[in-house]
């Protein structure tokens, strides 16, 4: 479990976006993983069965009564707090993190789990608890939504990232 720390820690902070609250989910599912070691299947995902964890927290933490979708939708539509562009060759990363920000919720969040956490359809999947298919279609759908984003940049004058 101590090997997946840093790719849980990538996932929160993608999900809660300040560092504290990421520790403070991290934490808390590995805390509850280890207390429901037994319902882990062995030969199963043990990244998967932690991101779900996690997921699920995260969720838990934001539903307070209000549906899932409802949550996703209302949690996409804020900007996250961006830091100037710093001079170290980091503005590529920030213009594709402002484009990740356009997608909706839930193909951000396929898009993220497949791309940047390297999770098989299977894993993802099972994480947001939908068909391998639907993974697939929205991670197809959001490569397809950031290429027409950034033609849109680089229709406008912007530089776009390659």
């Known amino acids: 479990m101590l090997a997946l720390l840093p790719s849980l820690r990538g996932f929160a902070r993608f999900l809660a976006r300040e560092p ?12 509850r993983a280890l207390d429901r ?5 062995v030969g199963s995902s043990l990244k998967a069965w932690c991101f779900t964890i ?19 939708e209302h949690y996409g539509q804020h900007s996250p707090h961006r830091a100037p562009p710093s001079a170290d060759g980091r503005q590529e990363v920030q213009e594709l993190e402002t484009l990740l920000w356009q997608l ?17 359809y299977g894993e993802a999947a099972e994480i ?19 290429h027409r984003l950034t033609q849109q ?3 406008e004058g912007g530089a776009g990232p390659e």
């Open 37 to 41: 070691m037994a319902q882990f299947e």
């Open 153 to 155: 940049q680089v229709g």
């Open 54 to 72: 996690l997921r699920n927290i995260f969720l838990e933490q934001r539903r307070r009564g209000k549906k899932e979708q409802e949550v996703l």
């Open 104 to 120: 909706t919720p839930l193909l951000r969040e396929a898009l993220v789990l497949i791309g940047a956490q390297g999770m098989t």
């Open 128 to 146: 947001c608890g939908v068909d391998v298919g639907t993974i697939k279609a929205r991670v197809s759908r959001a490569r397809s939504m950031l």
């Open 20 to 31: 504290s609250m990421a520790d403070d989910l991290v934490q808390e599912t590995v805390l």
